[in-house]
Structures are given as C-alpha cells and as structure tokens.
C-alpha cells in the first residue's frame, strides 16, 4: 500500500492588520493611563519637546514599550508617549515622531496618530520646526498653518483602504479646522504670544533644500519648509480628527540666510522660544475647555 500522506500543516495566521496594531498599542497605552480618554492630542517636533514634561497627573510611556509602535532616531524627538492633563483637559502627547527620511513606511509615520484616535482623541495640534521662506518669518516666530503642499512624493493613504479608518477619498478643503485656528488666535493674544500664519510645505528630507529649490517653492506660495506633518495631518483627516498645526522658525530657508544649515540651529532657537510656545499652547488648552 502506498504510505499515507502527512495532513498539511495549518495554515500560518495572518499577520494583524494595520488597524489591530493601532488598537493594541492604544489599548496598552490606554491602561496605563491615570486620566481615562484624553481629549486631544498634541505632537511634538524637533526641539519642543519639553512642553510634555509639565503635565499633572502624568504617565510617560517610551515608544518602545508599546507594541509596534515606531521609534525615532533623530537628536530632539526623545520617543515618549505622555497621558495626563493640562488644566482640567486629559491630553495625549507625542513626544517626538518619526520621519520618511528615517526610512519609516507613510504607516508607520502615522501610527502614533492613529494610536491617538483610538484612544479617543476628537482634535489634534502637530508642531513642527520650520524653514522660514516668506520674508517676515524669522528665526523664533511661530507661525500656524492655514494650508499645505505636499512634495514628500508619499501619502499615507496608498494602498488598500481600510474603513475602520476613514473613507477611500477624504476631502483635504478644509484640512485645517477653521475652529481650531481661531482658538490658536485667541490664545495667542491672551498669552501675549506673536502668532504669525502661512503655508507649510513638506519635502522628503534629509537634505536640506537648495536656494533654486526655495525659490520655486516661494513661486508655489509656500511661507515656509519643513520634512514632517503632512502625513499626520492626512491621516488625522481621514480619521475625521480635527487638526491645527503649529511651525517653530529655526532657521532661513536655504539661500535666505548668512550661514549654512545645520541640525543644531534648529533645537538652539527652539530652546529660545520654549516659554512662547508653552503659554501659547496653555492658552490654547484653556481654549478648548471652555468650549
């Protein structure tokens, strides 16, 4: 008789999707928690990450003890998750993210925003550090985006939709809610703060752009650079998230400034601005719990 054929060997489980990942990092970082859901969430970009560390009843969770959630490897993103309050409002931050130019999949520069918004934020604020193109943006202003333009050649978005998510086609007219913008006003003139706006456009990085660069970019009616946000800010979107996003002015862009460009610039003038940027988002908390 012919020998008997060994039974097929189960099939291997099929790797989690997106979505799991998403929610089993938010599930972990919700039990750690001492504030139940927070509110909003707010992501912190290179040099302005001492804001988190002010928070009450605070939980600091690093990148790495949450499962699959991306690290950061770039000097001034420490690659810590905070959950606690500013005033009486519950608050999630990040304390860094990560970057396409780190080689990071659009999801994975995603992630920790997604995380957010299923650990039950309805708003996000995203800063970032800024090349300064227009002529008033100088080094140490903030500037808040009112619209972008995305030369990173990567959208978050490509590839299979997963509804659970949001729709296949989000509408981007209004990226950047009306609502929130006007909240950052407020709080800038009850903080004393000079908060200027423009629009923000995101190269892939990590070099630096060149001055023929820039200029065609001013053509575009771009205010200013940078190589991160757009990403978190599609993704947020597309979650139905409401968003502001706030630039730090490090440097002139390349060919508007007396000095080559350099990394250390840029935590140097964020140090410069921390107490501005940290009354302007104080106020700008207190905004929101009023509302």
Known sequence: MPPKRKAPAPAAAE???????????????????????????????????????????????????????????????????????????PVVIMQGRVHLYEGYRPAEVVFGVRVMARMGVRAVCLTNAAGGIRADLAPGDLMRLTDHVNLSGQNPLVGPNDDRFGPRFPDLSAAYS?????????????????????????????????????????????????????????????????????????????????????????????????LDFGRLLDAFVAELETD
């Open 178 to 274: 009306p609502a929130l913008a006007g909240a950052l006003d407020r709080a800038a003139a009850d903080a004393g703060v000079v908060l200027k706006s423009g629009v923000y456009c995101q190269l892939l990085g990590p070099s630096y752009e060149t001055p023929a660069e820039i200029r065609a970019y001013r053509a575009l009616g771009v205010d200013a650079v940078g190589m991160s946000t757009v990403p978190e800010v599609i993704a947020a979107r597309h979650l139905g998230l409401d968003v502001a996003a706030l630039s730090c002015i490090t440097n002139r862009a390349a060919g508007l400034g007396a000095k080559p460009l350099v990394h250390a610039d840029v935590a140097d003038t964020a140090a410069r601005v921390r």
């Open 15 to 89: 790797s989690a999707s997106e979505f799991e990942r998403v929610t089993a990092a938010a599930a972990v970082a919700l039990a750690a928690s001492r504030v139940g859901r927070p509110r909003l969430a707010l992501v912190l970009g290179s040099g302005l990450g001492d804001y988190a560390e002010h928070l009450s009843e605070a939980t600091a969770l690093p990148y790495g003890g949450l499962p699959h959630f991306p690290r950061s490897s770039v000097p001034g993103h420490a690659g810590h998750l905070w959950i606690g309050r500013i005033g009486a409002v």
